[in-house]
T-cell receptor, first 118, second 109 residues
Framework: GAGVSQSPRYKVAKRGQDVALRCDPI?????LFWYQQALGQGPEFLTY????????KSGLPSDRFFAERPEGSVSTLKIQRTQQEDSAVYLC????????????????FGDGTRLSIL | GDSVTQMEGPVTLSEEAFLTINCTYT??????LFWYVQYPGEGLQLLLK?????DKGSNKGFEATYRKETTSFHLEKGSVQVSDSAVYFC????????FGAGTRLTVKP
């Protein structure tokens, strides 16, 4: 498709279970980003990939959160031993190569995965 | 660290009213500034951007000017429509973008 695709759209899990969220970026986009959006808040940055390299993971809230992008395209965000505070919408975004400094290409967002932990 | 503060909502306007949503930022250097919009049930969409001081971003009748002297990037539209009802997010930077909390706009016929 033409846009960023995320799956599943909704995920319900019991506390303590592991979950995996998938992101399929726009074809040709080398940069990929994950954000967490709590209800009524703006997105909070989690991590950033350029191709398969994870260049920034400073936003991951704990070591239970893990992201990978082994072939530089599809990415998976994994949350182990989920807690209720992990309930949020997880957004993936990608951007095209090119641009530097203040003129980096804008990010294109997927519709997100709404995660509910019971 | 870099951050964005935007006007709290919700904002309710009648159709054809003038809209302003305030956004101010704190940043080292000169980041790019963005407005994103989230329509009900949809993902974030880029509305407009500005990459340097005094740049004006515009799209779909919305405008915002990058003001370095007031560290602001206020969103404006001269005549809103019901279809503009959405949540609007101000954001800065690139890579680890920083978003405001969002402002919900409802436009009534």
């Amino acid at each position: 498709g033409a846009g960023v695709s995320q799956s599943p759209r909704y995920k319900v899990a019991k506390r303590g279970q592991d979950v995996a969220l998938r992101c399929d970026p726009i074809s040709g986009h080398v940069s990929l980003f994950w954000y967490q959006q709590a209800l009524g808040q703006g997105p909070e940055f989690l991590t950033y990939f350029q191709n398969e390299a994870q260049l920034d993971k400073s936003g991951l809230p704990s070591d239970r959160f893990f992201a990978e992008r082994p072939e530089g395209s599809v990415s998976t965000l994994k949350i182990q031993r989920t807690q209720q505070e992990d309930s949020a919408v997880y957004l993936c975004a990608s951007s095209s190569p090119g641009g530097t400094g203040a003129d980096l290409r804008p990010q294109h967002f997927g519709d997100g995965t709404r995660l509910s932990i019971l | 660290g870099d951050s964005v503060t935007q006007m709290e909502g919700p904002v309710t306007l009648s159709e054809e009213a003038f809209l302003t949503i305030n956004c101010t930022y704190t940043a080292t250097g000169y980041p790019s500034l963005f407005w994103y919009v989230q329509y009900p049930g949809e993902g974030l969409q880029l509305l407009l951007k500005a990459t340097k001081a005094d740049d004006k971003g515009s799209n779909k009748g919305f405008e915002a000017t990058y003001r370095k002297e007031t560290t602001s990037f206020h969103l404006e539209k001269g005549s809103v429509q019901v279809s503009d009802s959405a949540v609007y997010f101000c954001a800065l930077g690139a890579g680890d973008m920083r978003f405001g909390a969002g402002t919900r706009l409802t436009v009534k016929p």
